[in-house]
């Protein structure tokens, strides 16, 4: 039985998938995962919405309000240490977004907000890359769209690398109570791929209490909401797995708690 909070990937077709709020049973984060082949377009209305659109693979143009950017994109695979093109979309526009090779495209979204904000592409030579861990718990980072950054009201993009045989999002953490600076609550999606593609993962999403407790085996593509708890990944040996993340909430601060039981790996040795 396939766990209420995976969604399953469709294998072929232009939509790979899309979680919206309704679906999760949430209020903040959306996201929409589309392959387009060259010369095809993709329109999308914000309305009320921000959009933080990422070029997952391939070159893409995307034209806002009667001006076009081209040539955004320069990935064959996520897994290539290369930052990703990406454009910040507010509220109240129309974005028409042209595969200039075969493309594949995340479309993350939140409520907008009230202070108004401006289209701005992200330079991907200006996106911050860092690397977390240490031993079979590294793993390697990519600020998309981080809390520091004022571009947007309530979206947080970020792409992790896990190679295979490493844990990820771990020790388990949490951020589902608005507590700052102690804790924040925001939702979240796990978009992962994997490398070589036929691979799976798996990933854990549970409470103190275990009231929520979800096991999830994971394949190309496929999305994990985490609308609270704790929420651990892992990559079987063999198979290297990347994910974007995108979180959002009442505020745009991401401050977690780590699951005590497993705290103590932290520990200086």
Partial sequence: MVSPLLAKAAPTGREIVNVTPERAGWTHVGFRAVRLVKGESETVSTSTRELCLVVLTGTVSVTIDGQTHEHLGTRKSVFEEVSPAAVYVPAGKTVVVLAET???????????????HTVKVLDPAN?????????????????????????AAHLLVVEVLTPASHSSSYPPHKHDIEQPPVETLLEETYYHRLNPPQGFAFQRVYTDDRSLDEACAVENHDVVMVPRGYHPVVAPHG??????????GPNRFWVFKN???HEWMLAAK
């Fill in 102 to 116: 075969d493309a594949e495209v995340g479309l993350c979204t939140a409520p907008a907000g009230n202070t108004p």
């Fill in 127 to 151: 996106m911050r890359r860092s690397v977390r861990g240490k031993g079979t718990n590294t793993r390697y980072v990519c600020d998309v769209l981080p809390h520091d950054d004022p571009t």
């Fill in 239 to 248: 198979y290297d797995l990347y994910y974007l993340n995108v979180m959002a």
């Fill in 259 to 261: 699951d005590p039981a």
